[in-house]
Nanobody, 113 residues
Framework: QVQLVESGGGLVQPGESLRLSCAAS????????MGWYRQPPGKERELVAT??????KYAEFVKGRFTISRDNAKNTVYLQMNSLKFEDTAVYFC????????WGQGTQVTVSS
């Protein structure tokens, strides 16, 4: 059983930064995929970034602005979000594929002036 707990969301202005954290409990290996999805208001959930065995993958709309990283010793994955835009407003969900898909409860990120 894997549990994921996100933190770090909040309200920021355009151009500012936030760092999301996702602490995982349970047995997760560095080769297991972990990552972040988001769900903007009124839209479907979409992939933001994933990391597995040190390899990263990003959605086009965050390349160059967001960075995913992982501390395997702490079972924690991070999402550093820079140069935030209005359209980055969404609920951000942590994700882990450990046999099954596991999701966190989500953390709200609001970009507003």
């Amino acid at each position: 059983q894997v549990q994921l707990v996100e933190s770090g969301g909040g309200l920021v202005q355009p151009g500012e930064s936030l760092r999301l954290s996702c602490a995982a409990s349970g047995t997760i290996y560095s080769t297991n995929v972990m990552g972040w999805y988001r769900q903007p208001p009124g839209k479907e959930r979409e992939l933001v970034a994933t990391i597995s065995a040190g390899r990263t993958k990003y959605a086009e709309f965050v390349k160059g602005r967001f960075t995913i990283s992982r501390d395997n010793a702490k079972n924690t994955v991070y999402l550093q979000m820079n140069s935030l835009k209005f359209e980055d407003t969404a609920v951000y969900f942590c994700y882990a594929l450990v046999g099954y898909n596991y999701w966190g409860q989500g953390t709200q990120v609001t970009v507003s002036s």
